[in-house]
């Protein structure tokens, strides 16, 4: 309201061909359009890193896809997905720390029924990589968090 800043955000966009389920090009579409809504002005959050987790026999947690789970397209909704990663961790964790950094990466859609496996490493002090499998196989995304 007053021009102060709040907070930031970065985020990565695609779009893929309903038909294929491929990526589209989006500066391709309606004549490059969306160039237009590209801002120069620079952002101080790094650009996300390439996460990696050493995936366990046994995952840290596990939980069949329900109906408040998905969106109107059938799919899990990217908010629950968000949910169920920060319940994976006690809440005393929230009480004395907060979320200094938090990325993920979408790799492939889960559906109502779906059995998810989260899966969390700790890969430095106050530092956690998750990977979320559906039905014991694919990756359907992965998460690092910081905390301080």
Not at 84 to 89: E, N, P
């Given at each position: 309201?007053?021009?102060?800043?709040?907070?930031?955000?970065?985020?990565i966009w695609a779009?893929?061909?309903l038909n294929t389920r491929k990526p589209a090009d989006l500066l391709s579409m309606h004549g490059?359009?969306?160039?237009?809504y590209?801002?120069?002005?620079?952002c101080p959050i790094e650009k996300p890193s390439r996460i990696k987790v050493d995936v366990k026999d046994v995952a840290d947690a596990t939980l069949t896809a329900k109906y408040s789970d998905i969106d109107i397209n059938g799919h899990i909704n990217s908010i629950r997905y968000i949910e169920?990663?920060?319940?994976?961790?006690p809440i005393d964790v929230y009480k004395t720390k907060r979320i200094?950094?938090?990325e993920i990466a979408y790799i492939t859609e889960s559906y109502y029924g779906d059995e998810l496996s989260f899966f969390k490493e700790e890969t430095n002090r106050?530092?956690?990589n998750i990977e979320v499998k559906k039905n014991a196989g694919e990756t359907t995304c992965r998460t690092k968090i910081i905390f301080e």
């Open positions: 309201k007053e021009g102060r800043t709040v907070g930031y955000a970065r985020s779009m893929i061909n490059g359009d969306i160039a237009g590209i801002c120069d002005e620079p169920h990663i920060l319940d994976l961790f200094h950094r938090f106050n530092e956690y």
